[in-house]
């Protein structure tokens, strides 16, 4: 198999399962805490605040995309594989191509901070970029099979991942509140789930009780709450349902 296949199938296959592989991620991040230098994670609420502002900060690049883009795009089917009615250009994607996956970057990022290790910043961000850039090839595929000489014109002046030029161009769309709801309510109750799981496994290995950080328990328990709020409304209720999105 031609090597151009090979990292399209292998991203094809990534993307299918992009919603649970990311969980090796925390295991690999509670052995190199447990491994590491335990003195180095005790808990201090300004630095974890900022851990947390990092993962919140990737949420809001991903608010900021889904909330102005249409139906179809974005790439949001696990099962079935890409899907793209249209081709995203204005907004946020006339300057970045691939705006979701800087957000889960630093959604990320932010419990990768949270083990006090440069070395684990620097697997984390090496096992990102191995993980998501066979994504990023295969959907760049898709979409150029798709949609062929525009997304070719699109695609040399805007940089896939880091964004180097500032040609902005603005959202056909408004921006919809609702959607955002819909789309992001669990990702952004992950972060927590995350950042509470390291805690729980931090503590423990420092005292040898299972226990949770005060602050950690009131962010959590603020955060299921809006969890269980919003999903009750999406599975109860049509409120979140927009036209066209």
């Not at 399962?17 to 300004?46: C, E, H, K, T």
């Not at 191509?97 to 990320?108: E, T």
């Not at 729980?200 to 959590?220: C, K, P, Q, V």
Request: proline share 3%.
């Amino acid at each position: 198999m031609a090597l151009v296949h090979e990292l399209e199938n292998s991203g094809n296959w990534l993307f299918k399962r992009r919603s649970w592989l990311p969980v090796f991620m925390i295991i690999a991040g509670v052995f190199m805490m447990y491994q590491g230098n335990r003195q180095a994670i005790l808990f201090d609420m300004r630095d974890e605040l900022i851990f947390l502002g990092v993962s919140l900060f990737g949420q809001i690049i991903r608010v900021l995309t889904v909330g102005f883009t249409p139906k179809n795009t974005s790439g949001r089917n696990t099962v079935n594989g890409q899907i793209a009615d249209q081709l995203n250009v204005t907004g946020i994607y006339s300057i970045i191509r691939h705006p979701l996956y800087l957000g889960n970057f630093f959604m990320w990022l932010g419990p990768a901070l949270f083990l006090r290790s440069i070395w684990a910043v620097i697997v984390f961000g090496l096992m990102y970029w191995l993980y998501y850039e066979r994504i990023m090839f295969a959907e760049e595929q898709f979409l150029r099979r798709k949609f062929g000489e525009v997304y070719d014109k699109w695609s040399e002046t805007v940089q896939s991942f880091i964004p180097f030029s500032f040609k902005y161009i603005p959202y056909r769309l408004p921006f919809s509140f609702r959607n955002v709801l819909k789309r992001e309510y669990n990702s952004f109750a992950n972060i927590f789930v995350i950042f509470t799981l390291l805690d729980i496994f931090r503590n423990y290995f420092l005292s040898g009780r299972i226990y949770l950080t005060d602050m950690w328990i009131y962010l959590f328990a603020s955060a299921f709450l809006i969890w269980i709020v919003v999903r009750t409304i999406h599975k109860q209720t049509k409120w979140l349902e927009v036209e066209g999105r």
